[in-house]
């Protein structure tokens, strides 16, 4: 048990300290521009030349990503702290794609204007960000508990009484104690 409280605290250390990138239209990046700690940075180039072809520059790893899962090229506007933000011109609908960690976990949100308009941008976005932390944290919940849900063992006796209803488990402990009989034997 201290074994997975220690794990569970290692792994919200983690998360705070992971960078998150974010994905936009350039309706929604112009308003996050307006956030008193925004900082222009304009990012890599997203090509580059290798041997005469054009290929996607990899040293932005989230750029690079992006760019071969959905075929688009994103363009980096600047950055909030560690966080980063991109524009992808392809995106129509007022929406924040936030990407968490190295796996780059997808969270999406609709953007709420009337907040940002009532609250600020700097407000909204901590808000945002804290409902990010809340759902990654829901997501290693539910994949912690899927792991160490116990698996169903297979029941080696139903290939002989029903063997139209065998599954693979069934035939793999019917495998284990065919095995182990035949290793008593000698």
């Given at each position: 048990?201290?074994?997975f409280?220690?794990?569970?605290?290692?792994?919200?250390?983690?998360?705070?300290?992971?960078?998150?990138?974010?994905?936009?239209?350039?309706?929604?990046?112009?308003?996050?521009?307006?956030?008193?700690?925004?900082?222009?940075?304009?990012?890599l180039?997203?090509?580059?030349?290798?041997?005469?072809?054009?290929?996607?520059?990899?040293?932005?790893?989230?750029?690079?990503?992006?760019?071969?899962?959905?075929?688009?090229?994103?363009?980096?506007?600047?950055?909030?702290?560690?966080?980063?933000?991109?524009?992808?011109?392809?995106?129509?609908?007022?929406v924040?794609?936030?990407?968490?960690?190295?796996?780059?976990e997808?969270?999406?949100?609709?953007?709420?204007?009337?907040?940002?308009d009532?609250?600020?941008?700097?407000?909204?976005?901590?808000?945002?960000?804290?409902?990010?932390?809340?759902?990654?944290?829901?997501?290693?919940?539910?994949?912690?508990?899927?792991?160490?849900?116990?698996?169903?063992?297979?029941?080696?006796?139903?290939?002989?009484?029903?063997?139209?209803?065998?599954?693979?488990?069934?035939?793999?402990?019917?495998?284990?104690?065919?095995?182990?009989?035949?290793?008593?034997?000698?």
């Amino acid at each position: 048990m201290g074994f997975f409280v220690l794990k569970e605290t290692f792994n919200i250390l983690i998360n705070m300290y992971m960078a998150y990138n974010v994905v936009t239209n350039s309706m929604v990046v112009y308003q996050i521009k307006k956030c008193k700690f925004f900082k222009t940075n304009l990012g890599l180039a997203s090509t580059v030349d290798k041997g005469g072809n054009r290929v996607f520059n990899e040293n932005d790893k989230f750029a690079h990503y992006y760019n071969t899962q959905y075929r688009t090229t994103i363009y980096g506007q600047g950055n909030v702290g560690d966080i980063k933000f991109y524009v992808d011109h392809f995106v129509k609908d007022p929406v924040l794609a936030i990407y968490v960690g190295p796996q780059f976990e997808e969270f999406i949100f609709d953007v709420n204007f009337e907040m940002i308009d009532e609250k600020g941008i700097d407000f909204y976005l901590g808000h945002v960000l804290k409902e990010v932390e809340l759902q990654h944290e829901e997501r290693i919940k539910t994949n912690t508990e899927k792991k160490m849900e116990p698996k169903k063992s297979g029941n080696p006796e139903l290939i002989t009484f029903n063997p139209g209803a065998v599954t693979y488990d069934d035939l793999k402990a019917y495998m284990e104690k065919q095995n182990a009989e035949r290793y008593k034997k000698i």
